[in-house]
């Protein structure tokens, strides 16, 4: 209900045109689209995105669904997830296991995404899917080139086929923090090159399948998903359809704050006491910063900026290191909104094990952290 008052309220600035009624039948397991949806732009699309949750270490998971832990998703958990206040679910996808010899994706596979993206939409969430680790096929290298790029077209041009029927509540997102293995450095031009090159191959992929995917709003992701090196590097693919592209970058700094576990550093923020616990750089200041990079590399250029995924772990060992994180954690979301982009929580599930950032229990869809859920959908 909330998507459609707020849609109705961009809808002027849309102009009038593409409402959708050529599209495609939609498939069983799909919503009827929202009336006027078709109109919108990318930049007005991810105004209505609002926050996100991340299915994280699931649909990704080598060996299955269920094999990092995480029980099967259900209807319950995205019900639970669009109740708290998010409105977007970013469910991370693993391909390559579930795929022949010729790289054919299995059937069985593709019904078990379709029906986990018919949950979400069924909550009234928007949802992105992507090619996530996958194995680390997708290595940003000439070597590599030629069979990646042929994977990329491959992949996509299954995937979009079988999801051709959704309609615009439903994202497609190219790769995800493509790097070469352990190089966290500067890229070279050669890394750069390829990377961009998989961006290109994907959209070609998914515009060739016509129908819907023709316009869909499609995301495309900077070098490792790294704000600096996107804001430096990243060349935005080339589309037949006009404003129909989303960027992506990931936020995870300070890193010894927020995913080292081995590291002592655990307060964050203006009201830090310890100098010893805290990070000597990463603060509010430089936050806003690197958003405002993104903002005004992409955002004040039409390009929206989906923050794909943030998270600062819980560390128990440490009292009063929960105050830090909360503070973390709405201040990312917060200045990321402040800045035009879309901010998408990563929840790797084990939200009661320590080093984790889980929010649900993923068996019930309990809140397990009711006031940092509070504090990322901006209540």
């Known amino acids: 209900m909330k998507r459609r008052h707020a849609l109705a309220a961009l809808l002027p600035l849309a102009g009038c045109g593409g409402g959708g009624s050529a599209a495609a039948a939609p498939a069983a397991d799909t919503p009827t689209p929202t009336p006027g949806m078709r109109a919108l732009t990318s930049l007005q699309l991810s105004q209505l995105m609002g926050a996100g949750w991340n299915l994280g270490n699931s649909l990704e998971a080598i060996g299955g669904e269920t094999a990092w832990?995480?029980?099967?998703?259900?209807?319950?958990?995205?019900?639970?997830?669009?109740?708290?206040?998010?409105?977007?679910?970013?469910?991370?996808?693993?391909?390559?296991?579930?795929?022949?010899?010729?790289?054919?994706?299995?059937t069985t596979w593709m019904s078990r995404v379709a029906e986990v993206v018919g949950y979400a939409q069924k909550a009234g969430l928007f949802a992105i899917i992507n090619i996530h680790w996958d194995g680390g096929w997708m290595q940003p290298s000439f070597a590599q080139?030629?069979?990646?790029?042929?994977?990329?077209?491959?992949?996509?041009?299954?995937?979009?086929?079988?999801?051709?029927?959704?309609?615009?509540?439903?994202l497609f997102a190219g790769t995800n923090e493509v790097m070469v293995t352990g190089d966290y450095g500067t890229p070279t031009t050669e890394y750069?090159?390829?990377?961009?090159?998989?961006?290109?191959?994907?959209?070609?992929?998914?515009?060739a399948t016509g129908g819907n995917n023709a316009v869909?709003?499609?995301?495309?992701?900077?070098?490792?998903?790294?704000?600096?090196?996107?804001?430096?590097?990243?060349?935005?693919?080339?589309?037949?359809?006009?404003?129909?592209?989303?960027?992506?970058?990931?936020?995870?700094?300070?890193?010894?704050?927020?995913?080292?576990d081995?590291?002592?550093?655990?307060?964050?923020?203006?009201?830090?006491?310890?100098?010893?616990?805290?990070?000597?750089?990463?603060?509010?200041?430089?936050?806003?910063?690197?958003?405002?990079k993104m903002k005004g590399k992409f955002v004040d250029r039409g390009v929206p900026v989906l923050l794909g995924e943030f998270a600062a772990i819980r560390r128990s060992e440490y009292a009063g290191a929960e105050t830090y994180r909360l503070a973390w954690d709405r201040y990312t979301a917060r200045s990321a909104r402040a800045y035009g982009l879309v901010p998408v929580y990563w929840d790797a599930g084990a939200a009661r094990d320590n080093h984790s950032s889980g929010l649900f229990d993923r068996a019930t869809g309990a809140q397990v952290y009711p006031e940092f859920i509070q504090a990322l959908v901006g209540n």
């Open 262 to 292: 081995k590291s002592t550093i655990w307060q964050w923020g203006a009201a830090t006491t310890d100098p010893a616990a805290t990070a000597a750089w990463g603060g509010e200041a430089y936050t806003d910063a690197q958003f405002q």
């Open 145 to 170: 080139q030629a069979m990646a790029d042929a994977r990329v077209t491959t992949f996509w041009t299954q995937i979009a086929n079988r999801f051709k029927a959704f309609d615009d509540t439903l």
């Open 216 to 260: 869909r709003h499609l995301v495309v992701q900077g070098f490792n998903t790294n704000i600096d090196h996107t804001v430096n590097f990243a060349v935005m693919p080339a589309d037949p359809a006009k404003d129909r592209l989303m960027v992506e970058v990931h936020y995870y700094d300070p890193y010894d704050f927020t995913l080292n």
């Open 69 to 106: 832990g995480n029980p099967a998703t259900t209807q319950a958990l995205l019900n639970a997830v669009a109740a708290a206040g998010f409105k977007t679910v970013r469910i991370p996808v693993s391909w390559k296991q579930y795929a022949d010899a010729n790289d054919v994706i299995g």
């Open 192 to 207: 750069v090159t390829v990377q961009n090159g998989f961006n290109q191959a994907f959209v070609n992929a998914v515009r």
